[in-house]
């Protein structure tokens, strides 16, 4: 998010992770997210953008399915393994090493005040797949 308001622009699978993250673990409605990219975005595309949010939301024409649920740690020790990208735009994190930087709320010490997590990747996963497991039996 910090890469967004300080340059307008995200690679798509860290748009793809962010998305999954606010409708799927934190069961936001997709259109809050979508509000936010237009604003921000130098990209900002009418088509574009509402057709990938539905995308990551499971609601769209071209919808991924519902359990595809992006594990943001995952993603950014397959993706940034050495932690270059995370340092770049949260600087708190440049005396973790490149295995702790993934995970700076297991050693807060280090991670000089940048905050916990918003919720549990585990916990808010299992309820974001019970939700839609009971949207999807109505
Ligand atoms: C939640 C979310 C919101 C998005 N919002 C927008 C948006 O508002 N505007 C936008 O142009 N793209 C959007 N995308 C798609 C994609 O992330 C961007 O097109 C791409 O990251 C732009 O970087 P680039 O020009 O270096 O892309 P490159 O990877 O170099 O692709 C070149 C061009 O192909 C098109 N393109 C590539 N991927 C996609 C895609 N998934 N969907 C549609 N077009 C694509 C774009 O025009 C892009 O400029 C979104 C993706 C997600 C997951």
């Known amino acids: 998010m910090r890469q967004l308001w300080q340059t307008g622009?995200?690679?798509?699978?860290?748009?793809?992770?962010?998305?999954?993250?606010?409708?799927?673990?934190?069961?936001a409605d997709w259109r809050l997210g979508e509000a936010w990219f237009w604003d921000t975005l130098v990209d900002a595309d009418a088509a574009s953008n509402p057709a990938n949010w539905q995308w990551v939301?499971?609601?769209?024409?071209?919808?991924?399915?519902?359990?595809?649920?992006?594990?943001?740690?995952?993603?950014?020790?397959?993706?940034?393994?050495?932690?270059?990208?995370?340092?770049?735009?949260?600087?708190?994190?440049?005396d973790l090493d490149d295995r702790a930087v993934h995970e700076p709320w297991k050693n807060p010490a280090a991670a000089s005040g940048y905050p916990g997590p918003l919720v549990g990747l585990q916990e808010s996963r299992e309820r974001a797949l019970d939700t839609y497991q009971q949207l999807e039996a109505k």
Not at 63 to 74: M, T
């Open 9 to 27: 622009w995200m690679h798509n699978r860290v748009r793809m992770a962010a998305a999954s993250f606010l409708v799927k673990n934190l069961l």
């Open 57 to 94: 939301a499971g609601s769209g024409a071209d919808a991924s399915p519902y359990f595809r649920i992006f594990n943001p740690v995952a993603q950014s020790k397959k993706f940034d393994a050495g932690g270059r990208y995370l340092r770049g735009f949260i600087p708190e994190l440049a």
